[in-house]
């Protein structure tokens, strides 16, 4: 039995990721390419997937690159600087996580605002 690159579950004979995190990624995938994260988690919290699990999700660093939460993150930090000071359901361990990666990898598409179209 081979465990989920995901949550770590038993994922099946020759599977790297259960069924759950398959129906996650399939959700993520419909979404697009501009979604908000509460649209994400609306989205996720529509499976039959468990909150747990949903979190072991986002949090999973596959590749060294970021977990899910981060890759998606630095993509919308637009509408995400905006959100944090409007969600009430933002957690300051979800805030401190976002900010820790922003320091650690300030990248100019991560910045907030329009893009600058004089920057190398
Ligand atoms: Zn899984």
Same mark, same amino acid.
């Given at each position: ?40 988690? *609306?989205?996720?919290? /529509? ?11 986002? $949090? !999973? #660093?596959?590749?060294? @690159?970021?977990?899910?939460? *981060?890759?998606?993150? /630095? ?11 409007? $969600? !009430? #359901?933002?957690?300051? @361990? ?27």
């Amino acid at each position: 039995m081979a465990n989920c690159i995901y949550c770590q579950c038993k994922a099946g004979l020759l599977k790297k990721t259960c069924q759950d995190c398959l129906e996650m990624l399939e959700v993520i995938k419909k979404l697009g390419d501009h979604f908000s994260f509460r649209e994400l988690l *609306d989205g996720l919290m /529509a499976t039959s997937v468990s909150n747990e699990k949903i979190e072991k999700f986002l $949090e !999973t #660093d596959i590749n060294g @690159q970021g977990s899910i939460r *981060d890759m998606i993150t /630095a993509r919308m930090t637009n509408d995400l600087a905006r959100t944090m000071g409007q $969600e !009430t #359901d933002m957690s300051p @361990q979800k805030v401190k996580t976002i900010r820790e990666l922003e320091k650690k990898n300030p990248t100019p598409n991560d910045l907030p605002g329009h893009i600058n179209p004089y920057r190398r």
